[in-house]
């Protein structure tokens, strides 16, 4: 979820009892969210504090017991009728316990008190969190920058502008589309991280790109108590070769001689710190639909592009079609949830990259290909005929004619 949609829906959940927990992975931004959000809430003339879990007096008192945190705020007992306290706390995985934590003040305080919290993975990963504190909150995923939120951080104003000129009217031909271009072309390799957005300079951008993975995910790995580190990294490397492929526990487990166990731990930590997504295929009503195996995308392209170590321009890549299709799968993700979002496959290699299920058995479905001439419709029959209701277009990265959808205008 963007930035914009998720302070709006923040907003729209504001009257609502249960907490507002927003998660996602280190450095995306969710402090500078919660801090937006604060500022609008005290311009509704409401009772709203900020405080933060890493200040250790505030966290010492909290640990001691939960209702210290009004030592550092109003008291909800203290509020007249249908008032509200709001408190925003940044990064609650720092309590101690955290689920507990929330848990106490929702059943004591809920028509009184409103608390937005975030956190990263070790608040996340507890696998007590879902049953603990079901029907207490609402959870908010916050990812790396959009395209079109890259252009903001980039004051590229005219060109964003330009961009969803070319976005609404495909037929329109911007002027400034080869300027749009270059920065899209950046935007496949470095991401969209908001520090190395806003960094110029390319050496720094790579030096930010490796203190994201060996500093903020060497933290997800000691809190979550990865007792062997280098295997797990092992691991994330070859992720970031197969890249938009089906992923093999089992071969996975033999190459790297850890317990398929081992492995689903580690993909299971990945995937709940915002690193990767496991794509599930679509099953219908055709015999051969067998591939039960997830597909793997990163959450950031920059991210992916440090841990393989390839920086190069795209044309000049050998995993050109890969890269060009997690970029689909990020976009798509933004654009349907994740929820609705699949792939086709089936065991004897027929494939279709992405299936979106608006409604019952219809909707939408997109082939990913570097250049429109590798996309043959012909190729696609078996699913034609199976899924009638559901579109087959084209994305792709170099367009020779009207017939396919330019992936960056999706």
Same mark, same amino acid.
């Given at each position: 979820? @963007?930035?914009?949609? !998720?302070?709006?829906?923040?907003?729209?959940?504001?009257?609502?009892?249960?907490?507002?927990?927003?998660?996602? %992975?280190?450095?995306?931004?969710?402090?500078?969210?919660?801090?937006?959000?604060?500022?609008? =809430?005290? @311009?509704?003339?409401?009772?709203?504090?900020?405080?933060?879990?890493?200040?250790? +007096?505030?966290?010492? %008192?909290?640990?001691?017991?939960?209702?210290? !945190?009004?030592?550092?705020?109003?008291?909800?007992?203290?509020?007249?009728?249908?008032?509200?306290?709001?408190? !925003?706390?940044?990064?609650?995985?720092? %309590?101690?316990?955290?689920?507990? &934590?929330?848990?106490?003040?929702?059943?004591?305080?809920?028509?009184?008190?409103? !608390?937005?919290?975030?956190?990263?993975?070790?608040?996340?990963?507890?696998?007590?969190?879902?049953?603990?504190?079901?029907?207490?909150?609402?959870?908010? +995923?916050?990812?790396?920058?959009? &395209?079109?939120?890259?252009?903001?951080?980039?004051?590229?104003?005219?060109?964003?502008?330009?961009?969803?000129?070319?976005?609404?009217?495909?037929?329109?031909?911007?002027?400034?589309?080869?300027? =749009?271009?270059?920065?899209?072309?950046?935007?496949?390799?470095?991401?969209?991280?908001?520090?190395?957005?806003?960094?110029?300079?390319?050496?720094?951008?790579?030096?930010?790109?490796?203190?994201?993975?060996?500093?903020?995910?060497?933290?997800?790995?000691?809190?979550?108590?990865?007792?062997?580190?280098?295997? &797990?990294?092992?691991?994330?490397?070859?992720?970031?070769?197969?890249? %938009?492929?089906?992923? @093999?526990?089992?071969?996975?487990?033999?190459?790297?001689?850890?317990?398929?166990?081992?492995?689903?731990?580690?993909?299971?930590?990945?995937?709940?710190?915002?690193?990767?997504?496991?794509?599930?295929?679509?099953?219908?009503? =055709?015999?051969?639909?067998?591939?039960?195996?997830?597909? =793997?995308?990163?959450?950031?392209?920059?991210?992916?592009?440090?841990?393989?170590?390839?920086? +190069?321009?795209?044309?000049?890549?050998?995993?050109?079609?890969?890269?060009?299709?997690?970029?689909?799968?990020?976009?798509?993700?933004?654009?349907?949830?994740?929820?609705?979002?699949?792939?086709?496959?089936?065991?004897?290699?027929?494939?279709?990259?992405?299936?979106?299920?608006?409604?019952?058995?219809?909707?939408?479905?997109?082939?990913?290909?570097?250049?429109?001439?590798?996309?043959?419709?012909?190729?696609?029959?078996?699913?034609? +005929?199976?899924?009638?209701?559901?579109?087959?277009?084209?994305?792709?990265?170099?367009?020779?004619?009207? @017939?396919?959808?330019?992936?960056?205008?999706?």
């Amino acid at each position: 979820m @963007n930035r914009e949609n !998720i302070l709006t829906l923040l907003k729209k959940h504001l009257p609502d009892k249960r907490h507002s927990i927003i998660t996602g %992975a280190r450095q995306v931004g969710k402090t500078t969210v919660v801090k937006q959000l604060a500022q609008y =809430i005290k @311009n509704q003339q409401k009772k709203v504090y900020y405080l933060t879990f890493e200040d250790p +007096e505030i966290l010492a %008192a909290i640990n001691t017991h939960p209702e210290k !945190i009004f030592n550092y705020t109003f008291h909800p007992d203290e509020l007249k009728n249908k008032e509200r306290l709001y408190i !925003i706390i940044d990064e609650i995985q720092y %309590a101690a316990n955290p689920t507990n &934590f929330l848990k106490l003040l929702y059943d004591k305080y809920e028509t009184k008190l409103k !608390i937005i919290a975030t956190g990263s993975s070790a608040f996340y990963i507890d696998r007590n969190f879902k049953d603990s504190l079901a029907g207490r909150k609402k959870i908010f +995923e916050l990812y790396t920058l959009s &395209f079109t939120e890259f252009l903001q951080f980039k004051r590229a104003n005219e060109l964003l502008d330009e961009y969803k000129q070319m976005q609404k009217r495909l037929t329109y031909k911007s002027l400034k589309e080869n300027q =749009i271009k270059l920065l899209f072309d950046e935007y496949l390799t470095f991401g969209g991280y908001p520090s190395v957005v806003l960094e110029n300079n390319i050496t720094y951008k790579k030096e930010l790109l490796a203190e994201l993975a060996n500093s903020y995910m060497k933290k997800d790995v000691l809190e979550a108590n990865v007792r062997e580190p280098l295997k &797990f990294f092992n691991l994330v490397k070859l992720l970031s070769y197969q890249t %938009a492929q089906l992923v @093999n526990q089992h071969e996975l487990s033999n190459t790297l001689k850890t317990a398929v166990g081992t492995i689903d731990n580690y993909l299971y930590l990945l995937r709940k710190c915002f690193h990767i997504h496991l794509l599930t295929p679509k099953h219908g009503n =055709i015999r051969k639909e067998l591939t039960k195996m997830p597909k =793997i995308y990163f959450n950031d392209l920059g991210l992916r592009n440090y841990v393989c170590n390839n920086f +190069e321009k795209i044309e000049f890549r050998h995993d050109k079609g890969e890269l060009i299709e997690n970029y689909a799968f990020i976009r798509l993700r933004d654009l349907y949830g994740l929820d609705v979002l699949h792939f086709w496959r089936t065991a004897d290699g027929n494939e279709v990259d992405f299936v979106i299920e608006e409604k019952m058995n219809s909707g939408k479905a997109y082939e990913v290909k570097f250049s429109e001439l590798g996309f043959k419709p012909t190729k696609y029959k078996k699913f034609i +005929e199976g899924y009638p209701h559901f579109a087959l277009k084209a994305l792709v990265y170099k367009q020779e004619s009207s @017939n396919a959808l330019d992936v960056f205008l999706l």
